[in-house]
């Protein structure tokens, strides 16, 4: 494919040149000037300098992933090395594709998954290098056989990746092939690694399935890669596939090409291709080669600009993994900011306000304090007890104080002593008076007025008040006398300054001991009042520092990413080499456990377990004409007719001939979107009757039924949707985009509205097929709201449109085609289901009573898909009631087998689809590979030719699929019919018998009947049938019991599709949304699953019913023939149930939840590779057990109660049938007896039904 030459290379680091040697001559580019030459000489020099600076850095703050990486791309930059990836959607051919390109068959290849790690392939001397997630890598020496690199390769649970180098012809050695597992991989390693090894391409193919290019999987994962600036081609593969009568290429092309403008894929370029029919007129696959020839010529301009994005993309991840270093620290900050709830925006200016009003209540409290203790100051030092006019008393006392004051001569000692006491007394009274008016008042007040401000006053605290005084005793005045000082002038004065700084002094201190309680209280009640705003305070304060230090953490972050931003930018004119060549061995150097390839077991990958398949052999052998059986049905009766006491059973005669006559089989089709269920149902009716469905969500129902005497053939019923089920429907795709409607009238304006919001941004699976159908539903309402609730009656040129164009199928309920065919005229109705993968509510319950009363069901899957979830989820609900039918009646089929390249690839791929629908609980399928696409040919008489088969393979199914309609439901129709025949027989002849016995027989047999009828009546009646109830309900609790454990079970397979590195990514979207995302999609998973368990509980109870009745019912035979020896009852056969309505609504999230999730969440890298998603995991498993509980019990007691009625109703059937029986038997017995019997008539008939006998 490419020109090349034996070229000898080394690296010159220093330089960054890579120096090629070819015969002695030196390329340095004929189409470059010198100019150009020497420029990107500077550049490239530049580049290895900057690519050296950040592994520097990067090494030096210990990120040594990401010095790998940068390591990498400086190996990269030497070495000119282009890396071309191819990815991928699982089995859409990307081994197949590098094959190819090799010529060497070097790595596995098949229609199912297989390549499980990331493979780097190259040109050079033979070796392999094999990279384990854990323990020591493994280096093959040569010689290396393809077969255990292929098997290294399929080995994803233990190998991370794996390099191989082999002297390729068709690759040059300056190119480098990488192959990666699917991209829809939701194993976190394999997602991780895919992504790991993308950093090192420059050119991306992306490789997608004819079938699958607009997958949400797919388009994702392009976008993904055009968001990071990666050069990326797209290859729609399989073109082969492209039927053009089926759809123009034109306007596939435009589907896909409508798709990628939706979501903002603007590929380099896209192909059609074809490994398989390689002349095939669409296939692009030369022009694939051409291109990377092309790629391969201009490396040297691709080269460093996939270097530079590259080196960016690693500086972000180098990012992560500081934000993921400091995570501990960041998570108690953030742990602290989540612990406050309902926090305000502005946390800072919040935590102000309410520290000043803190401040201020407590400045108050404090101020009101000492204000108290200021006014009381103010009263005492204001209040001038001791005036001038008092002067005088108060020399008056001190004279008399005096030592020589005498009064009188005549009993001058008496005298003088009631003197002093006089002007003693007379001082006090004037002093005490002044001091209640100007101290003790004031002081009162004072502190009256306080506690009434505080609310602290009542009647008590009065009383308190009221007894705070000074008395101004005797003691206290003279007290202050000083002796000697005298008692006029300087002396008075000083005196009553003391005595009136003590009265005042006093005062102040019964103040302040009166008060000391009522300011702690003070306090007390400070405190309580911003007990709560302290708290808030502290909170806030925490909350405060905890943003201040993530904000600075990210400044540090921030500096330090602009530190490596800035190298890019700058130039830089030399570096010391000797450390980086340092760092380059360190990083790119492993060490291997070194093997040669002969000394490997010959077997490496797993071997796959024989499964001992059940051969089952069907009896074809048909043991009753079905013609002949109907005639001696209807014989019989007709014979029987006008007897006594048979015309319970002439009745049932003839409703098992009706039966027979006018027996229909319904065949419920399920599969996949593009399974090609269509294409399979035209092949079994022989010509192209259902066309297809570009939108599978909106389906309808479509039934091909045999043609009738109302409904000749061609006659199409279309049911269009009432308005109750359209607005449904429209409520439930409008709630995607958080809009509510009450009725249709609402819907139109609502519409537009969020047509004109959302057309234009990028919408997940889920709302882009809402969108979808809304869009549909506005083109149609014009034209079809007139035709709501009606049956249209259509012709089949018509009836295409109902199905194929959108805007009129998603106002179809359902469609029923009488059709004549081969398929039709036996009896046998197809019902197309709308597919596992449906939104639309109403279909999960259609399609479980499909599953529950089809008479067969076929499942198709195609050759090439793996089985999606909405598949899995599907089979694993047919896997729980498969054994719970009376018999097998499910078949699975591998369409489009033409696709195989070989007989023992066509045989892998059965055995691939058998080991999965094993592990959903089907055991021991039917499993037919068919090719619709050449049966169709076969019966239209078409020749086509194959590399292998010579037939499409559908005879085989037909052949089998005939079989069991004809020896198992046929057949078991005739064996119920035949059984009731003879019945009837015997009973005549039993009845003729008795006509013949003589007179005395007959009167004790007539007296020996009406006592046994009484007695067996009786019997029946007063049967009990409370354990019935008991019975019934224990079961259905046992039932669901079990329902709960199961679920828990699949609980980490349901996290781990909702959480999964496919969805959870730091780019730049909101990553709340994100989780919150993720955790309603697992809320619904887990209770879809809960609701599904539900309805496959309803057949395991319906049958415990059924068993507990026949039970019943052979119990009351056995006791009949103990008394009668010669009743024979019929079992009545338990009618279908009313079908019990399983609650699909799910609970709903709560905010705190929601919360609680997002607090178990820092950072991608953390969740996925630090297993820190386990905790999450366990985390939401014990919150929502409780939930699962709550449903569970509610769905029990709905149950048991539904149930319980189910039964009433047919214990009280069974016994009114049963009843019935007697009386008709002992009537006909009575009657033999009693009236005279013409005998020679009697044998006449008997010898005549007989014959209907086997």
């Not at 083109?779 to 249209?792: A, F, N, R, V, Y």
């Not at 039932?1039 to 397979?1053: A, C, W």
Request: charged share 30%; proline share 3%.
């Amino acid at each position: 494919m490419w020109e090349n030459t034996a070229t000898s290379s080394k690296i010159d680091l220093r330089s960054g040149e890579m120096i090629h040697t070819t015969k002695g001559t030196v390329e340095m580019g004929s189409n470059n000037s010198k100019q150009q030459i020497q420029q990107q000489v500077q550049e490239t020099s530049q580049l290895q300098i900057k690519l050296q600076l950040v592994l520097d850095k990067l090494h030096h703050r210990g990120d040594q992933k990401s010095a790998r990486k940068v390591a990498e791309l400086l190996h990269k930059h030497t070495t000119k090395e282009l890396s071309i990836a191819f990815c991928g959607h699982f089995s859409a051919g990307k081994s197949s594709f590098i094959n190819e390109i090799l010529e060497e068959a070097i790595l596995p290849a098949s229609p199912i998954p297989t390549s499980a790690n990331v493979v780097q392939i190259k040109n050079g001397e033979e070796l392999a290098h094999v990279h384990f997630f854990e323990g020591e890598s493994l280096e093959i020496l040569p010689p290396v056989s393809f077969e255990h690199v292929k098997a290294y390769c399929k080995n994803g649970d233990q190998v991370e990746a794996v390099e191989y180098q082999y002297p390729f012809e068709k690759l040059p050695s300056d190119m480098v092939i990488l192959d990666t597992p699917g991209v829809d991989s939701t194993d976190d390693a394999h997602r991780i690694s895919t992504e790991s090894a993308l950093h090192l391409a420059d050119v991306i193919f992306y490789v997608m399935d004819y079938n699958h290019v607009q997958s949400e999987v797919n388009l994702k994962f392009i976008k993904e890669l055009q968001d990071k600036e990666k050069k990326i081609y797209l290859i729609v593969n399989q073109i082969d596939k492209h039927r053009e009568e089926e759809i123009p290429f034109a306007t596939y092309n435009e589907r896909i090409m409508e798709s990628f403008g939706d979501w903002g894929i603007m590929p380099a370029s896209i192909y059609f291709t074809s490994l398989k029919e390689t002349s095939h007129p669409l296939n692009d696959l030369s022009i694939v080669k051409e291109t990377l020839q092309i790629l391969r010529q201009d490396k040297l301009d691709i080269l460093p600009k996939t270097i530079e994005r590259a080196l960016i993309q690693v500086m972000d991840e180098h990012k992560e993994w500081q934000l993921d270093q400091r995570a501990e620290e960041m998570e108690r900050h953030e742990h602290t900011i989540h612990s406050v709830e309902d926090l305000p925006k502005d946390v800072g200016e919040t935590l102000r306000v309410k520290k000043d009003k803190l401040t201020t209540i407590q400045t108050e409290t404090a101020e009101a304090k000492e204000d108290f203790i200021n006014q009381t100051k103010r009263i005492l030092e204001n209040a001038n007890i001791t005036p001038f006019e008092m002067r005088e008393l108060a020399e008056r006392y001190l004279e008399s104080q005096q030592k020589g004051f005498k009064v009188g001569l005549l009993f001058a000692g008496k005298k003088t002593q009631e003197e002093r006491e006089l002007r003693s007394a007379a001082f006090r009274s004037d002093l005490g008076e002044r001091v209640k008016t100007q101290v003790e008042k004031f002081i009162h007040e004072h502190i009256i007025t306080f506690l009434k401000d505080q609310n602290f006053y009542t009647p008590e605290t009065f009383d308190k008040v009221q007894e705070l005084t000074v008395p101004i005793s005797e003691e206290f005045v003279a007290s202050h006398v000083k002796p000697g000082a005298g008692h006029t002038g300087n002396a008075v004065l000083h005196y009553t300054k003391d005595l009136a700084h003590s009265i005042k002094l006093e005062y102040q201190k019964q103040v302040q001991r009166l008060m000391e309680d009522y300011f702690e209280r003070l306090q007390e009640q400070m405190q309580e009042s911003t007990k709560e705003l302290t708290v808030e305070v502290e909170k806030l304060e925490a909350v405060h520092h905890a943003q201040e230090a993530i904000t600075l953490l990210h400044m540090k972050l921030e500096q330090q990413y602009e530190e490596l931003n800035s190298i890019l930018v700058k130039t830089v004119e030399t570096l010391d080499q000797t450390e980086t060549e340092n760092l380059i061995t360190k990083y790119l150097n492993r060490s291997y456990k070194k093997v040669r390839g002969d000394e490997l077991p010959s077997s490496i990958s797993k071997q796959k377990e024989d499964v001992q398949k059940q051969e089952g052999t069907q009896d074809t052998f048909k043991q009753n004409d079905p013609a002949k059986l109907v005639k001696g049905l209807h014989e019989t009766a007709s014979s029987l007719k006008g007897i006594n006491g048979f015309q319970t059973i002439v009745d049932d005669l003839k409703k098992r001939a009706g039966k027979i006559e006018n027996q229909t089989f319904t065949v419920a089709l399920f599969g996949a979107f593009s399974a090609g269920k269509s294409s399979l149902a035209n092949a079994l009716f022989g010509e192209k009757v259902l066309p297809v469905s570009p939108n599978p969500t909106t389906a309808s129902i479509n039934k091909i039924s045999p043609v009738t005497k109302d409904h000749p053939h061609g006659t199409v019923c279309v049911q269009m949707k009432t308005t109750e089920q359209l607005v449904q429907d429209v409520k439930q795709a409008l709630q995607i985009f958080n809009m509510e409607i009450l009725g249709l009238e609402e819907a139109v304006p609502a519409i537009k509205s969020m047509i004109s919001k959302n057309e234009h941004l990028e919408l997940d699976a889920n709302k882009k097929t809402h969108f979808h159908f809304l869009k549909a539903f506005l083109t149609g309402w014009e034209e079809m709201k007139t035709k709501l609730g009606t049956l249209q009656q259509v012709t089949l040129d018509e009836f295409e449109g109902y199905v194929a164009q959108e805007e009129k199928s998603c106002f179809v309920e359902w469609i029923e085609v009488f059709y004549d065919c081969p398929f039709t005229r036996q009896g046998l109705t197809l019902v197309d289901t709308p597919g596992a993968d449906s939104i639309n509510a109403r279909h999960t319950d259609v399609s479980f009573d499909y599953i529950k009363n089809a008479d067969a069901i076929l499942f198709v899957t195609y050759y090439q898909h793996a089985f999606s979830k909405a598949d899995r989820e599907f089979l694993i609900q047919l896997g729980r009631v498969k054994d719970a039918f009376a018999m097998d009646k499910m078949f699975f089929l591998v369409n489009a087998a033409d696709l195989a390249n070989n007989e023992e690839e066509l045989e892998l791929v059965c055995d691939y689809v058998e080991d999965q629908l094993t592990a959903y609980g089907i055991r021991h399928p039917r499993l037919y590979p068919v090719s619709s696409l050449l049966a169709l040919k076969e019966k239209e008489n078409r020749p086509f030719e194959h590399p292998f088969l010579e037939c499409s393979l559908m005879n085989d199914f037909e052949h089998a699929f005939s079989d069991f309609i004809q020896s198992d439901l046929v057949e078991m129709s005739l064996h119920a019919a035949q059984t009731d025949l003879n019945r009837a027989v015997a009973l005549f002849e039993h009845f003729v018998q008795q006509a013949k016995l003589g007179s005395e027989e007959k009167e004790k047999l007539q007296l020996q009947y009406s006592t046994n009828k009484v007695k067996l009546a009786g019997y029946i009646e007063g049967y009990a049938t409370e354990s019935f109830y008991t019975l019934l309900e224990q079961e259905v609790n046992e039932l669901v019991y079990y329902i709960k454990q199961r679920t828990l079970l699949r609980f980490s397979d349901f996290f781990k599709e909702s959480f999964n590195p496919a969805v959870i990514r730091e780019d730049g979207r909101n990553m709340k949304e994100q989780l919150i995302r993720c955790l309603h999609e697992l809320v619904t998973d887990i209770f879809h699953n809960l609701s599904q368990e539900v309805r496959a509980t309803t057949v395991r109870t319906e049958n415990f019913i059924r068993k507990s009745l026949n039970s019943w019912q052979k119990e009351l035979e056995v006791e009949a023939h103990k008394v009668e020896s010669q009743l024979s009852l019929r079992i009545l056969e338990a009618e279908e149930f009313t079908p019990f309505k399983v609650e699909s609504s799910f609970p709903s999230i709560s905010t705190k939840l929601e919360k609680q999730t997002l607090g178990h969440y820092r950072n991608s890298k953390a969740f996925f590779e630090k297993n820190e998603k386990q905790k999450m995991a366990q985390f939401l498993e014990d919150q929502l057990s409780p939930l699962m509980d709550s449903y569970l019990k509610e769905s029990s007691q709905e149950l048991t109660h539904h149930y319980k009625v189910e039964l009433e109703n047919s214990l009280d059937e069974v016994k009114k049938y049963i009843l019935r029986q007697l009386e008709d038997y002992y009537e006909g017995m009575q009657s033999a007896l009693e009236q005279e019997q013409d005998i020679p008539q009697l044998e006449r008939v008997l010898q005549q039904i007989q014959q209907n006998k086997n």
